[in-house]
T-cell receptor
Framework: DAKTTQPPSMDCAEGRAANLPCNHS???????VYWYRQIHSQGPQYIIH???NNETNEMASLIITEDRKSSTLILPHATLRDTAVYYC?????????????FGTGTKLQVIP | DAGVIQSPRHEVTEMGQEVTLRCKPI?????LFWYRQTMMRGLELLIY????????DSGMPEDRFSAKMPNASFSTLKIQPSEPRDSAVYFC????????????FGPGTRLTVT
């Protein structure tokens, strides 16, 4: 699986958009970008994933650059409950391959 | 659905004792994962099962650790004998093959070995 690089921490004002970057310059053509988050003392929670097109769901938006070497997770209106560690993961999306490698992530602090 | 269920939520034991952690995956999910999380090493995958069969146990730290999945609704992670360095939060997660991008995590078991 390709290696990812994320800033260790970020702050965001409540109500503003939180933009969390991720570099994955060694990503290969069949690898997807996934995002999970972990709120303090809870298990990680899936947020969103994508291959090359931008994706949006009820939780967030995922913007992947055209060369796929980086991506940004966007929380459009951050709330205090979005304070968590956010993990960017790159791996193949294959029916038989399930291994997910979590890095150190970005600790997002939403400030009132 | 109740989600992934883990027990106990907290376990305190003395070095040398056997520890058994339990997990009930979400009904219908055919993949089950065991993770360990510490401040030093972050979140590590220990082992995962597909249809009750262990697929990859390369993350199991040593022979003191063993995991079983006797049926689709139950799995155990056993540490025997336990050591202080095994202190961590152990998470169980499950997923289904038709939505394998999304793993559902349980609340975790916080293990303290004194």
């Amino acid at each position: 699986d390709a290696k990812t690089t994320q800033p260790p921490s970020m702050d965001c004002a409540e109500g503003r958009a939180a933009n969390l970057p991720c570099n994955h310059s060694t990503i290969s053509g069949n690898e997807y970008v996934y995002w999970y988050r972990q709120i303090h003392s809870q298990g990680p929670q899936y947020i969103i994933h994508g291959l090359k097109n931008n994706e949006t769901n009820e939780m967030a938006s995922l913007i992947i650059t055209e060369d796929r070497k980086s991506s940004t997770l966007i929380l459009p209106h951050a709330t205090l409950r979005d304070t968590a560690v956010y993990y960017c993961i790159v791996r193949m999306f294959s029916g038989g391959y399930q291994k997910v490698t979590f890095g150190t992530g970005t600790k997002l602090q939403v400030i009132p | 659905d109740a989600g992934v269920i883990q027990s106990p939520r907290h376990e305190v034991t003395e070095m040398g004792q056997e520890v058994t952690l339990r997990c009930k995956p979400i009904s219908g999910h055919d993949y089950l994962f065991w993770y360990r999380q510490t401040m030093m090493r972050g979140l590590e995958l220990l082992i995962y099962f597909n249809n009750n069969v262990p697929i990859d146990d390369s993350g199991m730290p040593e022979d003191r650790f063993s995991a079983k999945m006797p049926n689709a609704s139950f799995s155990t992670l056993k540490i025997q004998p336990s050591e202080p360095r095994d202190s961590a939060v152990y998470f169980c997660a499950s997923s289904s093959s038709d939505r394998n991008y999304e793993q559902y995590f349980g609340p975790g078991t916080r293990l303290t070995v004194t």
